[in-house]
């Protein structure tokens, strides 16, 4: 499975380049600042992994780096390239790929016809020229099999799906259409313990073939697993940012749990 | 992005040896016949077809199947348009007095300046576009939903229609244009009747099943027919992946002006006049067409023969009360049942087919 991967990734991503980095990144909804002085960066080859709870700013700081919307504040670099996004269009023509916890796949679509949305082949490049059906059929069919997903037919709607192989299609899409930086929102969420498995066994895989991942979640357990670097939001700020080496899953998920005021807290409720 | 496809070839030496694909259990045609959506309404287009030939001598001869054919067209050629557009997640409540607005316009700007016709026609053609691209601009500028959009289009559009004609013509029909230049070309391409040897039919049902197939091929053949769906079944998920949803809105709404202009064209060169008070009401004639041929309330789901067969079942049912001789006021009771029944068999059909995995 790594190495099917390999083969189909981005061929010049080297291990440890900084593909994005993000500078004091902001962003302010009228009066309300959802995220600040937010410093991210994600290398080829590693998991970064963005932690907090509900309203901590993970997903406005995924709107920013997949073109959803625009920061307000800060630097967002792309390959050293200094960039504003104003559609997921531009993020994606720079290679970062984003897929959604929820909203990944268009539940009522066939298989193929979502793997290749918004990136269709077709048969001329005047406008109605018609798809290549028999050609995207097929490969979305043997690319999803090389990648380990096996789905029963390629024309079925993919919300007949399970949750995980919806994740793990799009997923494989992002990869298949040369991502070079994949972020994942939430995958494991709203999954069981068994498919939550196989989307980390297939991000492990995307690192391993020389992707930055971003790996959003709220389960320091799913992070530990799979990352390399670890940061924590809290309302908006950046809390903790450490690497591997100099934080364990103890440390983590007690400042996941609020740390510091938990302890407060447990001090308040002794009986 | 598409071009990365080309470069991207199958590794086959370096990966491990892969299932085969042939080997995979495919569907029985029928099964796959019962997925498609239009499916339900095909059956109801039988069941009712097979009553009224029961029941109605006339409605068995060649003659009567071009009346309800014509009927059905009338309703059909707009239904495509709101089809599609349904499949693409929003609603079109103007598009019935759109078509008045269209014919009206055409019949006023050309008999108030004596010109030809034809101009007429562009000039209607341009205000029908201008009237789709205004609710879609709306919808996906404001994000207020269309039904409310349109709503208001509706209104706004039915109070022109009689206050504008009102106004310029003293009445609340339009001038008779059948002296006009160009009238004679005009009429044949919109309401002249093609005899087919056996049948004689009017030349908007050709237009229809034309619109019939373009809406079809578009809709599966084509990417922006991949869009639409996906504008449909999952707005923001289509948006991530860059999908131009606002462009492929607006473009449906205008596709819905486009077909209703056709229509107002059509009444316009069939009858030389127009009244300003018609077309209130057929935006849900259309809309129901659609629903009946498979189309979901909630988007991404559908399909243009759907609409085709749920305006069939419309013209059907019209007719076919005149040909068994009932008193129309029952129609519309009739009507309603009729269509519970259709959409019950759709559902019923819809998820018969689902088992079947």
Known sequence: ?271 | MSSSVATQQPAQSSSPPTPAAAGRPQKSLFARVLARPEVGALAAAIVIFAFFYAVAPTFRSLPAASTYLYASSTIGIVAVGVALLMIGGEFDLSSGVAVTTAALTAAMSCYQLSLNVWVGVVVSLVVALAIGFVNGYLVVRTGIPSFLVTLSTFFVLQGLNLGVTKLITGAVATPNVSGLDGFASARAVFASDIDLGIITLKITVLWWLAFVAVGTWVLLRTRVGNWIFASGGNEASARAVGVPVKKVKIGLFMAVGFLAWFLGMHLLMNFSSVQAGIGVGNEFVYIIAAVVGGALLTGGYGSAVGSALGAVIFGMTTQGIVFAGWDPNWFKTFLGAMLLMAVMVNLYIKNYAAQRK
Request: neutral net charge; proline residues 3%; glycine residues 12%.
């Open chain 1, 1 to 271: 499975m790594t190495d099917t991967i390999a083969d189909h990734a981005a061929s010049d991503l080297k291990a440890g380049e900084s593909l994005v980095e993000m500078e004091g990144v902001g962003k302010a909804y009228g009066a309300i600042r959802a995220l600040e002085g937010v410093n991210l960066t994600v290398k080829a080859g590693e998991v970064t992994c963005v932690l907090g709870d509900n309203g901590a700013g993970k997903s406005t700081l995924i709107k920013i780096i997949s073109g959803l919307h625009p920061h307000s504040e800060g630097t967002l670099k792309v390959d050293g390239k200094e960039r504003h996004f104003s559609s997921p269009r531009e993020a994606l023509d720079t290679g970062i790929a984003t897929v959604y916890q929820d909203l990944a796949v268009v539940g009522l679509m066939e298989v193929w016809r979502n793997f290749f949305l918004g990136s269709e082949i077709r048969k001329g490049r005047y406008p109605l020229a018609p798809l290549d059906i028999k050609a995207m059929r097929q490969i979305a069919d043997t690319e999803l099999q090389k990648m380990g997903i096996t789905v029963k037919d390629i024309n079925q709607p993919i919300g007949t799906l399970s949750g995980g192989q919806r994740q793990c299609v799009a997923i494989a899409r992002a990869v298949y259409f040369g991502a070079r930086v994949l972020i994942l929102d939430e995958p494991t969420a709203a999954l069981g313990v068994k498919q939550s498995g196989v989307v980390l066994k297939y991000t492990a895989a995307a690192r391993d073939a020389g992707l930055g991942v971003v790996f959003i979640t709220h389960n320091p357990h799913h992070a530990y697993m799979v990352g390399d670097h670890f940061i924590i939001l809290k309302l908006g700020r950046r809390v903790l940012d450490k690497k591997r080496s100099e934080v364990g899953l103890e440390e983590l998920t007690a400042e996941m749990a609020g740390g510091q005021e938990l302890a407060e807290l447990s001090h308040e409720l002794k009986r």
